[in-house]
C-alpha cells in the first residue's frame, strides 16, 4: 500500500538513450512533482503538475518531458540521456497549496555511464 | 523567489549529545517552514513543520524547530540524540506551488 510510488529504484543506462521513469500516487492529491537531487544531495524542483496541468517548469533542458495521464500518474521521459543526468529523482505528491501533506517517493537511482 | 539556507554542510555529534541544525529562509511573505530527513537509500520524511502560532514547533523522533521570524531562520535541535539520528537533513520553504530545499546538513553520530 505504497503511498507514492516510483519505479524502477535503479536505472543504470548508456548515454545517448531514452529512458522513463514512472510515479504514481494512491493518495488522491491533485498536485505531483518531479524533484532531482544531485551527487551533492541537492534538491531541485523540476515540474509540477496539477489536475494534469503543468504548473511548475524549473527550466529543465527539453530533453526532459513529464507526462501526467491522469492525477494519479506523472512519468518523466528523458531523451538523449547525458552524463550530467546522473542523479536520484523524486517524485512527490500532495494537495493544492498543501504543503504539509507532501508524500515522497523512495527515488530513482539514475546512472548514465 | 524563495530560498533557504543551511550553513552546515556536516556535524559530527556524539551519542547522547544535543543537536542543533541551523537553518536560514528567504521568502516574502509569511514563510511555512519544513524539516525533511532522509536516511540512506531512502525518501524524505516530514519531522516538523511551522504554518503559524507557537513559534516552537514539535516533530517526531524527539526533535523540535523554532521559527525566528527577526532572524528569517528555523533552527532544529534535539536534546540528545540516538545512533539512528545519522541521516541528511533538509529544511525547505513553501510557497509558489513549490517546496523549495536548503542543501542539507550530513548528521554523523559517533559512539
Known amino acids: 500500500d505504497t503511498a507514492v510510488s516510483q519505479t524502477p529504484k535503479y536505472l543504470v543506462t548508456q548515454m545517448g538513450n531514452d529512458k522513463s521513469i514512472k510515479c504514481e500516487q494512491n493518495?488522491?492529491?491533485?498536485?505531483m512533482y518531479w524533484y532531482k537531487q544531485d551527487s551533492k544531495k541537492f534538491l531541485k524542483i523540476m515540474f509540477s503538475?496539477?489536475?494534469?496541468?503543468?504548473?511548475i517548469n524549473e527550466t529543465v533542458p527539453n530533453r526532459f518531458s513529464p507526462k501526467s495521464p491522469d492525477k494519479a500518474h506523472l512519468n518523466l521521459h528523458i531523451n538523449s540521456l547525458e552524463l550530467g543526468d546522473s542523479a536520484v529523482y523524486f517524485c512527490?505528491?500532495?494537495?493544492?497549496?498543501?504543503?504539509?501533506?507532501?508524500?515522497f517517493g523512495s527515488g530513482t537511482q539514475l546512472s548514465v555511464l | 523567489a524563495q530560498s533557504v539556507t543551511q550553513p552546515d554542510i556536516h556535524i559530527t555529534v556524539s551519542e547522547g549529545a544535543s543537536l542543533e541544525l541551523r537553518c536560514n529562509y528567504s521568502?516574502?511573505?509569511?514563510?511555512?517552514l519544513f524539516w525533511y530527513v532522509q536516511s540512506p537509500g531512502q525518501g524524505l520524511q516530514l519531522l516538523l513543520k511551522?504554518?503559524?502560532?507557537?513559534?516552537l514547533v514539535q516533530g517526531i523522533k524527539g526533535f523540535e524547530a523554532e521559527f525566528k521570524r527577526s532572524q528569517s531562520s528555523f533552527n532544529l535541535r534535539k536534546p540528545s540524540v540516538h545512533w539512528s539520528d545519522a541521516a541528511e537533513y533538509f529544511c525547505a520553504v513553501g510557497g509558489n506551488y513549490k517546496l523549495s530545499f536548503g542543501a542539507g546538513t550530513t548528521v554523523t553520530v559517533r559512539a
Open positions: 493518495l488522491g492529491h491533485d498536485t
Open positions: 521568502y516574502g511573505a509569511t514563510p511555512y
Open positions: 511551522y504554518f503559524s502560532g507557537d513559534t
Open positions: 503538475y496539477n489536475n494534469k496541468e503543468l504548473i
Open positions: 512527490a505528491s500532495g494537495m493544492t497549496g498543501g504543503y504539509e501533506k507532501l508524500f
